[in-house]
């Protein structure tokens, strides 16, 4: 069992910077691939980034992919999303989740483990 809390959500201006961190429960944490997956209102939740067991791997959405940096702190059971040069189209509740198994995987049904979402919003 793993619980997720994120934090770091909030308010910003498009160009703006945020860094989501997403606190993990349990001694396992390394046991998981991780990744971030965001929602907008009326739309489906949308993969964003993931990251390996180690770090070793990631892997982001075209959408991001410059502009968001996923990292992880296995000895903080931490994961984080360092997000630069915000768009009002980034506006979101954004969630990290877990996979069971080392390597990284990119689909919402592939991950075990949710936390409660953060809620990210870009003003233009």
């Known amino acids: 069992q793993v619980q997720l809390v994120e934090s770091g959500g909030g308010l910003v201006q498009a160009g703006g910077s945020l860094r989501l961190s997403c606190a993990a429960s349990g001694r396992t944490f390394s046991s998981y691939a991780m990744g971030w997956f965001r929602q907008a209102p009326g739309k489906e939740r949308d993969f964003v980034a993931a990251?390996?067991?180690?770090?070793?791997?990631?892997y982001y959405a075209d959408s991001v992919k410059g502009r968001f940096t996923i990292s992880r702190d296995n000895a903080k059971n931490t994961v984080y999303l360092q997000m630069n040069s915000l768009k009002p189209e980034d506006t979101a509740v954004y969630y990290c989740?877990?996979?069971?198994?080392?390597?990284?995987?990119?689909?919402?049904?592939?991950?075990?483990?949710w936390g409660q979402g953060t809620q990210v919003t870009v003003s233009s």
């Open positions: 989740a877990a996979a069971g198994g080392r390597a990284l995987r990119v689909g919402p049904d592939e991950h075990d483990y």
């Open positions: 990251i390996s067991w180690n770090g070793g791997r990631t």
